[in-house]
């Protein structure tokens, strides 16, 4: 009888410490290795012009629940800056170029998450562009990865 109680008061104490330990851990503002895991959300730029004629297609990820508040807008920003650069390089090349024939030129960007981890994003972009009056596609990878 007397070996129950003491179990069972050792399992009660046992309970109260890790509960005590674990509720300081949060007074302290620390995050805990479940509390968190950073998510890529998709995002789509589409956009039309006539003159010159051109559709741009381009899906990228934006970080969220990063640890950092601060990585994740400088992760954030660098991708929107990337997309940005990449559609305005696209842009001045066909207004620099005639366009031959119809046809709209063409810029698609499509991403895959290669990593993303507590501590890592690794983000791969394909990128095709068709210029008006093209055969085949100029075609290229480039990949961004950051530490989180």
């Known amino acids: 009888m007397q070996r ?7 399992a009660v104490l046992l309970f109260l410490i890790v509960v005590s330990f674990l509720l300081l851990q949060g ?3 620390q995050r805990s290795a479940i509390d968190y895991a950073p998510v890529a959300t ?13 559709t741009i297609h381009i899906e990228y990820p934006m970080l969220s629940n990063v640890p950092s508040p601060s990585s994740q ?3 954030n920003t660098a991708i929107k800056t ?5 559609a305005d390089a696209f842009k001045n090349e066909i207004s620099e170029n005639n366009q031959r024939g119809n046809f709209p030129s063409i810029l698609t960007m499509q991403y895959s998450v290669d ?8 983000v791969t972009f394909t990128i095709a562009d068709f210029p008006s009056g093209v055969k085949q596609p100029k ?3 480039k990949t961004l990865s950051f530490d989180l």
């Open 4 to 10: 129950k109680l003491l179990v069972t008061l050792f």
């Open 27 to 29: 007074d302290r503002g």
């Open 42 to 54: 998709l995002q789509v730029l589409d956009e039309k012009n006539k003159q010159p004629n051109y």
């Open 73 to 75: 807008e400088k992760i």
């Open 82 to 86: 990337f997309v940005k650069d990449t």
């Open 115 to 122: 990593k993303l981890t507590k501590g890592q994003f690794v």
């Open 139 to 141: 075609k290229r990878t």
